[in-house]
């Protein structure tokens, strides 16, 4: 078989819209099997995610679980709504570009069984997310980079698009008169459907959606998707693709996902440093705790900027720590399908 043919797929599904009839086939009495501090005692299926706009998020992932469907396919299509939501500028299609006025995206996804894909500084392709899992099940790789992912994911059957929206493009001229750069904690939160020099901070850098599921069978996977940093070096590559620093799933113990500036959980290793300390005996929310202490005694010069952890143990409790106030996180289960839990944090 040639390469072309062995390459050649369709696209995947459009991102799933949720209903009140998915809802109602899912039995709302959570399935307790064990206890734990953060959110949650133990129920599953469950999915959280990170900011504010993983409501949505993990509402078309719970849409999957409503119909049978596995951890790995919830975790994909509930990051595909945010990376074609229009409003937010910190992931997908409407990500803020690099100082080149290029929209460069990352993304990576990681299933029960251990199997991973993800792509790096691909353009033009508007869910990335798609693109990582395609890498997963159909080639003998983990990470595609830069033209050879935009070719992998041509050759699959994805459309090739401009990805530079009007308002980003508008953003970045507005950028380009001072040219300043410095990372804005939370920048995901006050930059989501504001235009340019309409909220402090719009004009910042990291940017994520991390998402984690268990299923009814008690099976973890793990997604996160991201633009990066806004006006970043083009070629600039975060944590978001990396596997064990922006994302890692351990069925047997549980997974972890990171936001926030991304270069400062690659040198700790984040996500995999999570649920070591998981594997160990901690609590989802102490785990990420240690993670973010323990950046911020290699570096304590980190304390100015923001990282947060996301994690999510056998059981299905979840919890979250971060460097500075006002990270957030969004959990979905058969009890309550918008909640959103302010991150604890060390300052």
Request: with cysteine; proline share 4%; glycine share 12%.
């Given at each position: 078989?040639?390469r072309?043919?062995?390459l050649?797929g369709?696209t ?10 998915a809802l109602?086939r899912?039995?709302a009495?959570?399935?307790?099997s064990?206890s734990?501090s953060?959110?949650?005692?133990g129920?599953?299926p469950?999915v959280?995610s ?8 993990n509402?078309?992932?719970w ?13 994909e299509?509930?990051v595909r ?7 937010n ?7 803020y570009?690099?100082?080149d006025?290029?929209?460069?995206l990352d ?15 691909i ?6 997310i ?7 099940e ?17 050759e699959?059957?994805f ?9 980003s493009?508008k953003a970045w001229?507005e950028w380009?008169k001072t040219?300043?750069y410095?990372?804005?904690?939370n920048?995901e ?7 340019p ?8 850098n990291?940017d ?7 299923d009814?069978?008690g ?7 991201t ?9 600039r590559?975060g944590d ?10 351990d ?12 270069e ?6 984040g996500s ?14 102490d785990?990420?705790r ?11 010069g ?6 947060g952890f ?5 059981k299905?409790n979840v ?6 106030k006002?990270f957030?996180?969004?959990v979905?289960?058969?009890?309550k ?6 991150g604890k944090?060390?300052?």
């Amino acid at each position: 078989m040639d390469r072309r043919r062995f390459l050649q797929g369709a696209t995947l599904a459009s991102g799933l819209a949720l209903g009140a009839d998915a809802l109602a086939r899912i039995d709302a009495k959570p399935k307790s099997s064990g206890s734990g501090s953060g959110s949650g005692g133990g129920t599953r299926p469950r999915v959280c995610s990170t900011w504010d706009f993983g409501i949505a998020a993990n509402q078309a992932a719970w849409k999957v679980f409503a119909d049978g469907g596995r951890a790995l396919d919830a975790v994909e299509q509930g990051v595909r709504v945010p990376e074609a939501d229009l409003r937010n500028h910190s992931v997908g299609r409407a990500g803020y570009p690099d100082r080149d006025g290029k929209v460069t995206l990352d993304a990576s996804i990681m299933d029960e069984q251990g199997n991973c894909g993800a792509v790096a500084a691909i353009e033009h392709i508007a869910h990335p997310i798609s693109v990582a899992r395609r890498v997963m099940e159909r080639t003998p790789h983990v990470l595609l980079v830069g033209d050879g992912a935009l070719q992998f994911a041509l050759e699959q059957g994805f459309p090739r698009e401009e990805l530079l929206t009007p308002e980003s493009d508008k953003a970045w001229h507005e950028w380009l008169k001072t040219a300043k750069y410095k990372p804005v904690a939370n920048s995901e939160v006050k930059t989501y459907n504001a235009g340019p020099g309409g909220t402090p901070g719009d004009a910042s850098n990291h940017d994520t959606i991390g998402m984690l599921a268990i299923d009814a069978h008690g099976n973890l996977s793990g997604a996160c998707t991201t633009s990066g940093m806004a006006w970043k070096l083009h070629g600039r590559v975060g944590d978001s693709p990396i596997i064990g620093a922006g994302l890692y799933v351990d069925n047997e113990v549980g997974a972890a996902t990171s936001t926030g500036v991304g270069e400062e959980v690659i040198r700790n290793v984040g996500s995999f440093l999570v649920v070591e300390l998981m594997r160990q005996g901690r609590s989802p929310e102490d785990a990420c705790r240690e993670a973010v202490e323990r950046i911020l005694r290699r570096k304590p010069g980190a304390k100015d900027i923001q990282v947060g952890f996301l994690a999510m143990d056998k059981k299905g409790n979840v919890g979250a720590w971060a460097i500075q106030k006002g990270f957030s996180y969004a959990v979905c289960d058969a009890a309550k399908q918008d909640t959103l839990i302010p991150g604890k944090s060390t300052y």
